[in-house]
């Protein structure tokens, strides 16, 4: 396995990000869970490394595009397996690949007085944390219908990455002075939960910032972004595919 303290640039994780296109039906469970103490852990988060936010934030001004994909190392039950990888492509069309790790320690829900968006806390802490274990390969595939020599062809097809769109980018990111940490939480967006034909998994992304007003920045953007003090989440994203 990689070290975790080296700069993940140095990578494409081409094989990992097969492996998740790859990986037999109803193993991707497995990999979301480690064996600790007897029992089955469920990772929730993944943090990025402060080498690698420095990166990002190096990379900031220059990115014209965006992606999240999903990641897998093989099978090891005291493993978490999975992992986001953060594509950056910047103005010369050049990829940067940072990974996103899961802690080994789960931090537990805070009892302080800061202010977690209710969208956001249903999202992350209720629908994936008791989501059943068989249910979880579910939110990862959709139908998708096409034409094919003039007959409709309708097949299952699993989302291999999540497109962020330029006004985020543009709006909501490079407004963002100085980046100090990158999280993704793990979501479900029950809206999707019951339709065959849209990927139900909604990956979070949170930036940790310096910005003293989030507000200032917003552009309108309200509706696809929230924010907590200190931390932008960014809750929306196309998956690709079944939207590409």
């Not at 990999?31 to 029992?39: E, I, P, V, W």
């Not at 936010?53 to 220059?62: D, G, H, R, Y």
């Not at 249910?135 to 962020?164: H, P």
Request: glycine fraction near 4%; charge should be negative; aromatic fraction near 12%.
């Amino acid at each position: 396995m990689e070290n975790q303290n080296q700069h993940s640039e140095t990578t494409d994780y081409s094989e990992e990000i097969k492996r998740w296109a790859e990986e037999d039906v109803l193993q991707l469970a497995n990999h979301f869970h480690r064996l600790t103490k007897g029992q089955f852990e469920r990772t929730s988060y993944f943090t990025m490394t402060a080498p690698d936010v420095a990166i990002f934030q190096e990379l900031k001004p220059l990115i014209t595009d965006l992606r999240i994909y999903m990641a897998i190392e093989a099978q090891n039950k005291e493993k978490h397996t999975f992992f986001p990888v953060l594509r950056v492509t910047n103005d010369k069309e050049e990829h940067t690949f940072l990974k996103l790790i899961a802690p080994e320690v789960r931090k537990q829900n805070s009892t302080k007085s800061e202010v977690v968006p209710e969208v956001f806390k249903n999202m992350i802490s209720k629908n994936w944390d008791e989501v059943d274990f068989h249910l979880i390969d579910d939110l990862f595939t959709a139908r998708k219908k096409e034409e094919l020599n003039r007959v409709v062809v309708e097949s299952t097809v699993r989302v291999l990455y999540f497109q962020i769109s330029t006004d985020i980018i543009n709006h909501v990111i490079k407004e963002l002075t100085e980046i100090k940490g990158i999280t993704l939480y793990s979501g479900i967006d029950m809206n999707k939960f019951s339709d065959k034909y849209q990927i139900s998994f909604t990956p979070v992304l949170g930036f940790q910032h310096g910005n003293i007003d989030a507000g200032d920045f917003t552009f309108g953007l309200k509706s696809i972004v929230e924010f907590s003090k200190g931390e932008v989440f960014i809750e929306y994203s196309r998956p690709c595919p079944p939207t590409c």
